[in-house]
């Protein structure tokens, strides 16, 4: 068996790096050459034949993170025709996945005929079952032989039909693209569930797959901006308000973002990813012909393994079901555990501040800095952690202060100061939050997002309306498919009383996205300077058709009684 582990690692780790090398293709290539490594494991080689019983230490640490084992350590000791080792992991995965595999998730309703309209326009013909689900679940696919797509009840009536049509679609692209490779890629990790490449490959192989399906929903003809304002309300809707700035600020979901607004469309792969992907291929397919000079069988010896997958696993299927009590104390009885275990109490704390246990978060964060080096980077990602806590607690003086700390240890990186300035400007100390925002532009010039936020910012003081329009300009050029950065250089020439271009921007946004109500509520705005009062009061009660947020819904009804009187 060590020889095969020998060669399949090594063609994974080829493949690993070339899937690195192509971070500029597309993600479905990245996705096939890692599927093709991964599939080297399952390819029979010499390992299959008899090998001589012999005494292995099964170090199979992750084991003891389910809950139905105690002990700290166990050794398996493998006897003359006994059962072989590898079978008591597999059996063990395989339960998990079981688990996992057959919950049911039962709908809470019949879909509505709005939503089945637009569900059967994005299936678009495809074989599948829109389901309705509670509201604490995210939009998901299930099932191989009749899949089905999760709805969360309420999302319908959150999204626009366009954003709505652009979510359900990504669910549709995996149920079309990659369920069953995913599966069989579970399969793979399954049987090889020693092997900490192989775990390490399908998270990415994850995350790839998420882009090749963002990738697929806009190939289809899906405005970007529709699909990232859907992806950011299903955020918002999944964390019940708790998301605020970090979540929407998170370095993930912000690459993804921008991912999404700077996509080419109708970009092919290059003759570079096929090579690689063929030459992958090729590795996989001769390699086991060749396995036969390796000969020598040798003692197997596999070090500890610190996966917390099946504890996490447990763990989330919990507080999916509410039981959330029950989620946080096992968690927590596995960190007492093991003390030394930093993942697992940051895991706790994580989890904690999910569900809204506050107190229970710092306290835990507070533990784990009495773990880690002071004056480090990784106690300055505990106080990011515990800093964002405080902020849902309500509590952003504490916010401030810690978020200050964690700065401080990562003077170099964009996510704690781009967290601050956020927190900052929400605590009404603009000055404070300008000075972090120019920082982010220093470490970050390009950044958009930043230059949009500062600008908008300084549109707010006196005597700064000249920066702000140059930094709005810049930043509606590094993200042109973002609606928001033109939204804030038509808001600055209305605040220049430069209103004939305010109202050019205002209109073109109102053409893009005729159900945005804030755009219509802006362009009215824009109406009433021109001099247009009707024009401006058809324009606020289209607005008022499209459901807005109740402040915005105050702001409009303000401007119309206004207008009317």
């Known amino acids: 068996m060590i020889p095969h582990l020998v060669s399949c690692t090594a063609v994974a780790l080829v493949a690993v790096a070339a899937a690195l090398a192509l971070r500029q293709q597309r993600a479905a290539w990245r996705h096939a050459i890692l599927f093709a490594a991964l599939m080297r494991f399952a390819v029979p080689t010499d390992w299959l034949a008899p090998v001589p019983p012999q005494q292995v230490r099964l170090a199979a640490d992750w084991l003891l993170h389910g809950p139905w084992e105690q002990a700290d350590s166990i050794r398996v000791a493998v006897r003359q025709g006994g059962l072989p080792y590898q079978y008591i992991g597999i059996a063990v995965c395989l339960l998990l996945w079981a688990r996992r595999a057959w919950r049911r998730i039962p709908a809470v309703r019949v879909p509505s005929q709005y939503e089945s309209a637009v569900f059967t326009r994005a299936a678009d013909g495809v074989n599948a079952e829109l389901r309705i689900v509670a509201r604490d679940l995210a939009p998901g696919a299930l099932g191989l032989w009749r899949p089905r797509v999760l709805l969360p009840d309420g999302l319908a009536a959150e999204l626009s039909e366009a954003e709505l049509e652009a979510v359900i679609a990504h669910?549709?692209?995996?149920?079309?693209?990659?369920?069953?490779?995913?599966?069989?890629?579970?399969?793979?990790?399954?049987?090889?569930?020693?092997?900490?490449?192989?775990?390490?490959?399908?998270?990415?192989?994850?995350?790839?797959?998420?882009?090749?399906?963002?990738?697929?929903?806009?190939?289809?003809?899906?405005?970007?901006?529709?699909?990232?304002?859907?992806?950011?309300?299903?955020?918002?809707?999944?964390?019940?308000?708790?998301?605020?700035?970090?979540?929407?600020?998170?370095?993930?979901?912000?690459?993804?973002?921008?991912?999404?607004?700077?996509?080419?469309?109708?970009?092919?792969?290059?003759?570079?990813?096929?090579?690689?992907?063929?030459?992958?291929?090729?590795?996989?397919?001769?390699l086991p012909a060749a396995s036969g000079y390796l000969r020598a069988q040798q003692q197997a010896k596999i070090e500890p393994a610190q996966s917390a997958m099946p504890l996490l696993t447990e763990v989330e299927q919990l507080m999916r079901q509410k039981r959330t009590d029950e989620a946080l104390?096992?968690?927590?009885?596995?960190?007492?555990?093991?003390?030394?275990?930093?993942?697992?109490?940051?895991?706790?704390?994580?989890?904690?501040?999910?569900?809204?246990?506050?107190?229970?978060?710092?306290?835990?964060?507070?533990d784990v800095l009495t773990h880690v080096v002071p004056a480090s980077e990784a106690a300055g990602d505990v106080y990011l952690r515990l800093g964002e806590t405080y902020r849902r607690m309500g509590d952003p003086s504490a916010a401030i202060t810690t978020l200050q700390h964690a700065v401080e240890l990562a003077p170099?990186?964009?996510?704690?100061?781009?967290?601050?300035?956020?927190?900052?400007?929400?605590?009404?100390?603009?000055?404070?939050?300008?000075?972090?925002?120019?920082?982010?532009?220093?470490?970050?010039?390009?950044?958009?997002?930043?230059?949009?936020?500062l600008a908008y910012l300084l549109s707010q003081q006196e005597g700064h309306l000249d920066e702000a329009l140059e930094l709005a300009l810049r930043a509606r050029e590094a993200l042109p498919n973002l609606l928001e950065t033109s939204d804030t250089l038509g808001w600055i020439y209305l605040k220049r009383n430069s209103t004939s271009q305010a109202l050019e921007v205002f209109e073109e946004l109102v053409k893009q996205a005729p159900d945005r109500p804030e755009f219509r509520y802006h362009l009215a705005m824009a109406l009433v300077e021109k001099g247009l009062p009707a024009s401006a009061a058809e324009q606020l009660k289209a607005a008022l058709e499209y459901n807005p947020n109740e402040e915005e819904t105050g702001k409009i009804k303000e401007l119309l009684k206004t207008l009317q009187r």
């Not at 090889?192 to 882009?211: G, I, Q």
């Not at 093991?338 to 940051?346: E, V």
């Not at 300035?421 to 605590?427: F, N, P």
Request: contains cysteine; aromatic residues 6%; charged residues 25%.
């Open 329 to 366: 104390g096992l968690l927590r009885s596995e960190a007492d555990k093991h003390p030394d275990r930093l993942d697992l109490r940051l895991a706790l704390g994580n989890w904690a501040v999910r569900a809204g246990k506050y107190d229970l978060a710092v306290a835990t964060f507070q």
């Open 412 to 453: 170099n990186s964009v996510t704690p100061r781009s967290t601050l300035a956020l927190v900052l400007d929400g605590a009404g100390r603009r000055r404070d939050a300008e000075k972090e925002y120019r920082k982010v532009l220093q470490l970050e010039p390009e950044s958009g997002v930043a230059m949009n936020n």
């Open 171 to 286: 669910e549709i692209a995996h149920v079309c693209r990659d369920n069953l490779l995913a599966a069989t890629a579970h399969a793979v990790v399954t049987v090889f569930w020693f092997h900490p490449l192989v775990w390490w490959m399908e998270r990415r192989m994850l995350a790839e797959r998420e882009t090749a399906c963002d990738e697929w929903v806009l190939a289809r003809g899906t405005e970007p901006h529709d699909y990232a304002a859907g992806i950011l309300k299903v955020c918002r809707m999944s964390f019940a308000g708790a998301s605020g700035y970090a979540g929407v600020n998170g370095s993930n979901l912000q690459l993804r973002m921008e991912h999404i607004m700077s996509m080419d469309r109708n970009r092919t792969g290059s003759r570079v990813a096929r090579t690689l992907l063929g030459l992958v291929l090729g590795i996989v397919a001769l």
